[in-house]
């Protein structure tokens, strides 16, 4: 397995300004993902991060609005710009391990006024 | 189109009572399957990893299933703390993404 975190574990951010979320873990790993939940919701993907190219982003998601960065084998960001109220949700990181498991942070909890 | 499907949506159980919840997935070859737990406001938590039809994993009260069409997590005489949604999910062969039901919200009451 691995240990996660994130920071912040919560904010409350105005509409119009930027939240960077840091994702940090315990072991080097190649993959990183990067998800949203919303309330009630189940899990979805943002994008995927590998260290040493650019994130791959799913579709609805766009790199202006959610700018990933991996700088090495154990950290990633992920910024949500410009904000709006719709994008409340829980913002998760997981990584890759052997055999296909993925283990996730504990979430950062964001709330846009 | 890969898809996975979990139900019921929400269960409630009385302490001691044993269930089963069900996912139905939908894969081009079927590289896992794994089985997570979530409670309110935090990140899922890794339970099992199923990767052959009859395969079984057991961890305390919990043990998960495997069949070519579905998995199974049965609950053996549950206790309030086992309240979370349950969260069941695949990757394929094609790719490491993994792919969401929509959970089973488990409540159990003493």
């Known amino acids: 397995s691995a240990v996660i975190s994130q920071k912040p574990s919560r904010d409350i951010c105005q509409r119009g300004t930027s939240l960077t979320i840091q994702c940090q873990v315990d072991?080097?790993?190649?993959?990183m993902f990067w998800y949203r939940q919303q309330p009630g919701q189940s899990l979805t993907l943002i994008a995927t991060?590998?260290?040493?190219?650019?994130?791959?982003?799913e579709s609805g998601f766009v790199i202006d609005k959610f700018p990933i960065s991996r700088p090495n084998l154990t950290f990633s960001t992920l910024t949500v710009s410009n904000m709006s109220p719709e994008d409340s949700s829980i913002y998760l990181c997981?990584?890759?391990?052997?055999?296909?498991?993925?283990?996730f942070g504990p979430g950062t909890r964001l709330t846009v006024t | 189109e890969d898809q996975v499907t979990q139900s019921p949506e929400a269960l409630r159980l009385q302490e001691g009572e044993s269930s089963s919840l069900n996912c139905s997935y939908t894969?081009?070859?079927?590289?896992?399957l794994f089985w997570y737990r979530q409670d309110p406001g935090k990140g899922p938590e890794f339970l099992f990893t199923?990767?052959?039809a009859g395969e079984e994993k057991e961890k305390e009260r919990l043990k998960a299933t495997l069949t070519k069409k579905e998995s199974f997590l049965h609950i053996t005489a549950p206790k309030p703390e086992d309240s979370a949604t349950y969260l069941c999910?695949?990757?394929?062969?094609?790719?490491?993404?993994?792919?969401f039901g929509t959970g089973t919200r488990l409540q159990v009451f003493p």
């Open positions: 997981s990584v890759l391990l052997g055999r296909g498991e993925q283990y």
């Open positions: 072991s080097q790993v190649t993959m």
């Open positions: 991060a590998n260290q040493g190219s650019e994130a791959t982003y």
């Open positions: 894969v081009s070859g079927l590289r896992g």
């Open positions: 199923l990767y052959s």
């Open positions: 999910a695949v990757t394929s062969y094609n790719t490491d993404k993994l792919i």
